[in-house]
């Protein structure tokens, strides 16, 4: 057997072993749809009216934002994951087994890409009854659902880092988060980053999330209005699609060998 084939074959394993733990604790799960659901409810009907948009526009406005800050926030769930087998002397027992080293990342980030994929399912139903739709094309729609899987597919190797390095459940559940709040908000997920002021402007234009928000609603068919939801005039501002898949691709480049390298370093003691 090949090493890749073997190392196919233990990732797989760990991934399945990952969602039946899911199965076993569903508010797990809960926790990955809930919270969104909620996001969506207070800035659909709390928030919509104060932006300076109609309503109804700023909802499918919102969805591309929502979809993107899901997406972006399970990379939490990644890090708490890591940490508590690490804390469980889980990565123990896998270190005393004959398989590849790299298979308890790559399945622990395989079973939160599922995860993620039945969010965005629940984002996608709870999007519909508070008015957005898909606008764009059939095969526009499945690169938009592609795209986000595959933000949060690069995402979970930061959280898989993080966990890591922080060793703890306890810690791990405030590094997984923390972080989170100024990437997601610092962004055009809720308003557009032509509205914000100075540097945060500038943060925001150049953010991945905001290029996967404005990404996703491109590929959606969602048009963007003018006024606090119009789009800044710079270079990701015009090439969303492609400034979000190389922010996809440089994040796994920087993360995936030091997400290995240290768990290779934890493994070994």
């Known amino acids: 057997m090949s090493v890749l084939t073997a190392g196919t074959r233990d990732s797989g394993?760990?991934?399945?072993?990952?969602l039946m733990n899911v199965r076993r604790q569903p508010d797990l799960l809960l926790g990955a749809t809930l919270q969104p659901i909620m996001f969506v409810l207070l800035f659909a009907f709390v928030?919509?009216?104060s932006i300076g948009?109609?309503?109804a526009v700023y909802r499918e406005f919102l969805m591309g934002g929502?979809?993107?800050?899901?997406?972006a926030f399970n990379s939490a769930y990644t890090t708490i994951g890591m940490a508590a087998d690490l804390e469980k002397g889980v990565i123990d027992r896998f270190r005393s087994l004959p398989m590849a080293r790299a298979a308890v990342l790559i399945g622990r980030t395989a079973s939160d890409l599922v995860v993620s994929a039945i969010g965005l399912l629940v984002m996608s139903l709870c999007g519909l009854l508070v008015g957005w739709r898909i606008r764009g094309?059939?095969?526009d729609a499945i690169g938009g659902y592609l795209l986000l899987l595959g933000f949060s597919f690069a995402?979970?190797?930061?959280?898989?880092w993080i966990g890591l390095v922080a060793g703890s459940v306890q810690v791990a559940q405030s590094a997984g988060f923390i972080w989170m709040f100024p990437v997601t908000f610092i962004s055009s997920?809720?308003?557009?980053?032509?509205?914000m002021p100075g540097p945060l402007k500038v943060i925001a234009e150049w953010n991945p999330v905001t290029a996967v928000a404005d990404a996703a609603r491109e590929l959606f068919g969602n048009a963007r209005p003018t006024g606090v939801l119009g789009r800044s005039d710079v270079w990701p501002?015009?090439?969303t699609v492609l400034y979000a898949i190389l922010s996809c691709v440089v994040v796994l480049v920087i993360f995936m060998p030091i997400a290995v390298a240290k768990y290779r370093k934890v493994a070994s003691k």
């Not at 929502?66 to 997406?71: K, M, P, S, W, Y």
């Not at 995402?155 to 898989?160: D, E, Q, V």
């Open 13 to 18: 394993v760990v991934t399945w072993r990952n």
């Open 47 to 49: 928030f919509a009216g």
């Open 53 to 55: 948009n109609d309503p």
């Open 66 to 71: 929502i979809f993107a800050q899901t997406v």
């Open 137 to 139: 094309s059939f095969l």
């Open 155 to 160: 995402m979970s190797w930061i959280g898989a």
């Open 189 to 195: 997920a809720f308003v557009s980053a032509s509205s």
């Open 237 to 239: 501002a015009h090439h």
